[in-house]
């Protein structure tokens, strides 16, 4: 019964991000170095969060595996936390070319400590420490909470992407890798999303993300 009540609050707010244009140029700028924008960890970690809808620990974690597609905006994973049958590999579409997207991964992990490797994804988690927190905090406060970034993920695929017939839902179920419906209408679809329009469709259809296979090299 409380666990109810806690959705039935949950459900009567939206989280609002007013210019998606604008969030997703300062995310895309930390995944790419430059004079104006330097390397640093937790700005890294928040983009590559941002843009591919991933729990940080997964991202983090050198278990969690990543391969490019033949698809320029899709990525294969393997590694899901809080998985509740066998660990499997899916497709998840990004919002910046998979090149840029990995690049920028190999580089963040780079830049972890020896450490990191063998370590649980609790002590990974632990590892973070505020950081990414307060880097989010300050160059990225219309984003609220690290928490929200999924969400925003979320909303961003549904309009970057042509979605067809799909729902929202379903699609939002299909790239978090869900295994319960429940879960994707609990907690991503509460974000309203402006300032986006000019991205709509941009990345092309949605029903080619399932079916982009792993680049062989």
Known sequence: RANYARKVKKSERMFLLRDGEAFLRKVRAQLVPSADVPFTRSGTLIALLATSGRRATEVVS??????????PYVVRFTGQLKKLGD?????????????????ALARYREAQPERARHMTPQQLERSFGSAPREYLSKHF??????????????????????????????VIYQIMGH???GETQDHYDGIRLEGFDSMRHTLGPFSKVASAVVRDE
């Open 179 to 181: 295994e319960r419906m």
């Open 62 to 71: 050198p278990q969690s595996v990543f391969l490019a597609t033949d698809h």
């Open 87 to 103: 660990a499997e590999s899916y497709n998840v579409p990004l919002l910046v070319p998979s090149s840029t997207w990995l690049a």
């Open 141 to 170: 406060a219309e984003a609220g909470h690290i928490h929200n970034l999924r969400g925003i993920y979320a909303a961003m695929v549904c309009a970057a992407y042509d979605t067809g017939l799909f729902n929202d839902k379903r």
